[in-house]
């Protein structure tokens, strides 16, 4: 049975062309920590989400400004939906919360490594994560 997410509080968006500068919705984000971040366009950073205990990755989601300093300061992973223009924590409608242990900061300042403690499924078709379709890979064969 899919576990639904959806999205409990909205902001508005903002349209822009360009690569963003800085967020595209309101922040109380640490300036220190926004100022590193790389965004895209539409302001967005992608959070790749892992499980804190067994490094098993569970999804990958995006976070604006707001929606990272709400993950940072309430300890529930909080992401922006896309398609819903509007905040979503991981859980509030399903039941399959994510409770943050850490966040980290890749070099380049376009990614984030959320490390939660998932409770119940991360995947919204109730799958335990969302990397469950394996493709098949060809090798080239070793030369000596």
């Known amino acids: 049975m899919p576990a639904s997410d959806a999205p409990v509080t909205g902001a508005p968006a903002s349209s822009?062309?360009?690569?963003?500068?800085?967020?595209?919705r309101p922040s109380r984000?640490?300036?220190a920590i926004a100022a590193r971040l790389r965004r895209t366009p539409d302001g967005l950073v992608a959070a790749v989400v892992r499980q804190?205990?067994?490094?098993?990755?569970?999804?990958?989601?995006?976070?604006d400004d707001e929606a990272l300093h709400?993950?940072?300061?309430t300890g529930r992973a909080t992401y922006?939906?896309?398609?819903?223009?509007?905040?979503w924590v991981k859980g509030a409608t399903?039941?399959?919360?994510?409770?943050?242990r850490s966040v980290a900061l890749d070099c380049d300042?376009?990614?984030?490594?959320?490390?939660?403690?998932?409770?119940?499924?991360?995947?919204?078709?109730?799958?335990?994560?969302?990397?469950?379709?394996?493709?098949?890979?060809?090798?080239p064969e070793a030369t000596s």
């Open 16 to 24: 822009g062309g360009a690569v963003a500068p800085g967020p595209a």
């Open 29 to 31: 984000l640490d300036p």
């Open 52 to 63: 804190y205990d067994s490094g098993e990755v569970l999804m990958v989601a995006w976070m």
């Open 70 to 73: 709400r993950t940072l300061t």
């Open 80 to 87: 922006w939906s896309r398609s819903r223009q509007e905040y």
């Open 94 to 100: 399903s039941g399959h919360h994510q409770y943050v």
């Open 109 to 139: 300042g376009d990614a984030l490594l959320v490390s939660v403690d998932q409770v119940g499924v991360a995947c919204h078709t109730g799958q335990r994560t969302c990397f469950f379709t394996e493709l098949p890979v060809s090798s």
